[in-house]
């Protein structure tokens, strides 16, 4: 089975930023797809920032500009670099990892931003 681990959310005040990390650990074979979704208020999960295997990278509108996600393929991590924070970035941040037939999901790190 496979492991999802997130970390790096908080607190920080508009303006702010925060760095998130992900690590996927457990029976690896190949892993497709990396990327990070948020849910805000609502139940729906969106699409902040992805990047495949081969280092294609796929932003939000609401994400180009302000964050940046990298990867480090030997460690099966991805991080996401959030700079100028809004308060409606304020959601929980989920990592979903993605192989030929299967998707997991890490439990999730929550970011706030005041304002």
């Known amino acids: 089975q496979v492991q999802v681990v997130e970390s790096g959310g908080g607190l920080v005040q508009t303006g702010g930023s925060l760095n998130l990390s992900c690590s996927a650990s457990?029976?690896?074979?190949?892993?497709?797809?990396m990327g990070w979704y948020r849910q805000g208020l609502g139940d729906q999960r969106d699409l902040v920032a992805s990047v495949t295997s081969g280092g294609t990278i796929n932003y939000a509108d609401s994400a180009k500009g302000r964050f940046t996600i990298s990867r480090d393929n030997t460690k099966n991590t991805i991080h996401l670099q959030m700079d100028s924070l809004k308060p409606e970035d304020t959601a929980v941040y989920y990592c979903r990892i993605d192989f030929t037939r299967y998707k997991f999901w890490g439990q999730g790190t929550r970011v706030t931003v005041s304002s």
């Open positions: 457990g029976n690896i074979f190949r892993i497709n797809i």
